[in-house]
């Protein structure tokens, strides 16, 4: 009697636990999660976003995903699961055009329920707000004509129909990026390089949010211009004077001079232009200057921009490089000045440029300053027009005191005598800058898809 009392029992907790784990699963009461990454914002073209749905106890049922704007209804995904389906990942493309949506706001609606015998299963829903916006930037030129000379710089102002998330001017390959100066207005400054062909073509390139991209082209003329060419005579004196500079901060520099020289004015004059390319990168988004650039006092000019120097040792040519910066010569250790308002960004060795300053003045602008034989500033300070840097000296490969003074615009060297210049100055950019302030309307170029 005792036995079978405990048999019964013993029969009604299993079926007690089994009914448990057959009912639990069906009874439960936590919804789905549900998770799409990346949230969309804006869509384009086309996006595509990953929906993660899980359930781990009565398992996932079935999933709804809509998009719903006033002119309808679009399903985007409409799924039911067999039981057991505890997890389900899928990837969503939105094609505004093949689903027939409308341009501006549209809502993504995910639903999802469970396997539970509650409410008809647990639901789950999420909802997300975005922007539809198929159509490229609309973006007028407001300065006309662009005249810039092979080797020198010029500077596009643009108004957009929306907010650019990248813009700028494209010369050939180059890419020179535009900075928002309002909400809406743009700055390019850019370069025409001194090897550039005057052929090369030269417009504005524009991308919205959504990566919508128009191509906007403008008035310009690109005047050739003929660079100097240069006898450099590199003697037994100017090897042994200056190439220990070199050996002592780079014990890997071995042989004789002349090789040691060939090593530094070719890998290492590489090496520093990677470099410089980089620094002038750091720049901020604002116009830090004004007026013509200043040019050292009383300097002889010794050297030009774009000089094609040819070296000789012992009437034998032995090289070949461009010299991308004015050399201003005055008195030894002469005051060097920042030559316009702007904020140091590098102040140190630069291998053949020896000591140098170089000032960041916004908006892709650097100018640069080398061989010097003192550095008043450091990185990170801001300067005025004016202001001392440091003094002239022959640090580098530099033959005697004197100043390398460089321009560059988004990492491309450009002619320095074009700043010094006031009328260059106004023509080119004071005028146009000053069409952004008075709110001039766009003379609305067309865009043209890309
Ligand atoms: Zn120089």
């Known amino acids: 009697m005792k036995l079978r009392f405990i048999i019964v029992l013993a029969l009604l907790g299993l079926i007690a636990v089994a009914g448990g784990f057959f009912l639990y699963p069906r009874l439960e009461e936590d919804p789905p999660t549900l998770n799409i990454s990346p949230t969309p914002e804006i869509v384009g073209k086309e996006a ?8 781990r106890v009565a398992g996932l049922r079935e999933i709804r995903a809509e998009l719903i704007q006033e002119g309808g209804t679009f399903t985007l995904l409409a799924e039911t699961y067999p039981s057991g389906t505890h ?48 159509r490229p930037p609309s973006v007028g030129v407001l300065s006309r004509f662009h005249y810039i000379n092979q080797g020198g710089a010029g500077l596009v102002v643009y108004r957009a129909s929306e907010k650019l998330a990248r813009s ?17 207005g743009y700055v390019s400054f850019f370069a025409v390089p001194y090897d550039a062909s005057p052929q090369t073509p030269i417009g504005l390139v524009a991308e919205d949010k959504a990566g919508n991209r128009s191509h906007t082209s403008f008035q310009y003329r690109i005047k050739p211009r003929k660079f100097r060419s ?12 200056v190439m ?18 060939l090593r530094v004015n070719r890998e290492l004059r590489k090496a520093n232009e990677q470099k410089i390319s980089e620094l002038s990168r750091d720049t901020v988004p604002k116009i830090m200057w004004s007026g013509p650039f200043l040019r050292m006092d009383n300097a002889k000019p010794m050297a030009r921009f774009a000089d094609h120097r040819v070296y000789f040792n012992e009437g ?5 490089q461009v010299h991308l910066g004015e050399d201003l010569a005055s008195l030894a250790m002469s005051v060097v000045k920042a030559a316009n308002g702007g904020r140091v ?17 916004g908006c892709g ?77 766009s003379d609305s170029a067309a865009p043209v898809s890309q």
């Not at 539970?116 to 909802?127: A, D, I």
């Not at 700028?168 to 809406?184: A, S």
């Open 316 to 320: 034998r040519e032995i090289d070949r």
């Open 230 to 241: 240069d006898a450099i005579r590199v003697s037994g004196g100017f090897l042994r004077r």
């Open 48 to 55: 595509s976003f990953t929906l993660l749905c899980e359930d």
């Open 365 to 441: 602008l650097v100018s640069m300053y080398s061989h010097l034989s003192r550095m008043d500033l450091a990185p990170g300070q801001e300067v005025q027009k004016g202001q001392p840097l440091g003094l002239t000296g022959a640090t580098g490969l530099a033959g005697g005191d004197h100043l390398h003074f460089s321009i560059l615009v988004s990492g491309v060297y450009v002619n320095p005598v074009e700043w010094w210049d006031p009328h260059w100055v106004k023509d080119n950019v004071e005028d146009k800058l000053g069409l952004l302030e008075t709110g001039q309307k």
């Open 345 to 361: 960004v590098f102040a140190g060795e630069l291998g053949i440029y020896g000591n140098t300053v170089m000032v960041d003045h």
């Open 244 to 261: 220990p500079y070199f050996m002592e901060r780079d014990p890997g520099l071995k042989g004789n001079p002349l090789e040691v020289f």
């Open 168 to 184: 700028g001017v494209k010369v050939g390959e180059l890419l020179f990026p535009g900075f928002p100066v309002d909400d809406r």
């Open 87 to 134: 997890r389900v990942q899928k990837t969503l493309k939105v094609n505004p055009r093949s689903l027939g949506l409308q341009e501006g706001e549209v809502l993504l609606r995910v639903e999802a329920r469970d396997r539970s015998w509650r409410r008809g299963g647990n639901p789950k829903m999420l909802e997300a707000r975005f922007t539809i916006d198929t």
